[in-house]
């Protein structure tokens, strides 16, 4: 208890305080009490919508995404799209084929390939997937110089 409120208990014990100023000082710690309380209300409603708003709009984005894959599909099936959407799938595709590349490479790095039916990482040796039965295409390893033992 702070050293204001212990000396005020103490005036009012000897008689030095009358009970109207505690009384004065019990009402304003209540009604700042019921203060605080409508503010923490106020504050958790605010916080509640809020959150509810956010999901609303993660609603919307993923509307918008789904809108986004069919208007691609659409444009890789050749159906008509606007010349600006076709100019934004035609990057679509561009990225879609540096990240072929990329995982083309990254097959390269780790010594293994995908299977060309089902997709599946397989050792570079293997002749069969174990996971759709193809019988997999023979595969040229291109070996550095360092790996082959030839320096220039």
């Not at 509640?48 to 659409?74: C, F, H, P, W």
């Amino acid at each position: 208890m702070s050293p204001y409120i212990m000396n005020l208990i103490s005036d009012y014990l000897k008689g030095e305080i009358k009970v109207s100023v505690l009384d004065n000082i019990t009402k304003k710690v209540t009604d700042t009490a019921k203060t605080a309380a409508k503010i923490s209300g106020s504050v958790v409603e605010v916080t509640r919508l809020n959150m509810s708003i956010n999901a609303e709009e993660e609603k919307i984005k993923k509307l918008y995404t789904e809108i986004g894959k069919q208007l691609y599909e659409d444009y890789t099936e050749g159906k008509t799209v606007s010349e600006k959407l076709q100019e934004k799938c035609a990057e679509i595709d561009g990225i879609i084929s540096n990240i072929e590349v990329m995982k083309e490479r990254i097959l390269e790095l780790k010594k293994t390939k995908a299977c060309p039916n089902c997709g599946t990482v397989l050792e570079i040796e293997m002749e069969y997937c174990h996971k759709c039965g193809m019988k997999q295409p023979k595969k040229q390893i291109q070996l550095s110089e360092t790996e082959t033992g030839d320096q220039a």
